[in-house]
């Protein structure tokens, strides 16, 4: 068995079919999502690219990739909107050093005489 099945018509039926209001509204949700608002549908497109590459969503990136090709996204366009997300997702790491970061600065001062238990 594949660790990612190729998608169905079967699976989406079966999908379907356990769970038919949740997958009508889901389907209304993304449509709704995916129209033409505030944002044209491409730049929608673009930052769906980015975030099934943060959320590592095969499914997502094929399928979000082909409709921001669709839509007029260039392919240079697709591959800096996964530029944006490999930064943001390293950006992360990066920001969340500050937590290692303080707990290493409580350790030290209960070393010290500080209570690290107290600082929180």
Aim: with cysteine.
């Amino acid at each position: 068995m594949e660790l990612y099945p190729a998608t169905s018509k079967e699976l989406a039926r079966k999908r379907t079919q356990l769970a038919p209001e949740v997958s009508a509204a889901f389907k209304k949700f993304s449509q709704a999502v995916f129209d033409d608002g505030a944002l044209d549908t491409k730049t929608k497109q673009l930052i769906a690219v980015a975030v099934a590459h943060v959320t590592q969503c095969p499914y997502c990136i094929r399928g979000h990739t082909e409709a921001a090709l669709k839509q007029g996204a260039s392919e240079q366009q697709v591959m800096e909107a996964i530029w944006v997300a490999a930064e943001m997702r390293a950006g992360g790491a990066y920001a969340h050093a500050n937590l290692a970061l303080e707990t290493m600065n409580q350790l030290e001062a209960g070393r010290s005489g500080g209570d690290v238990a107290a600082s929180k």
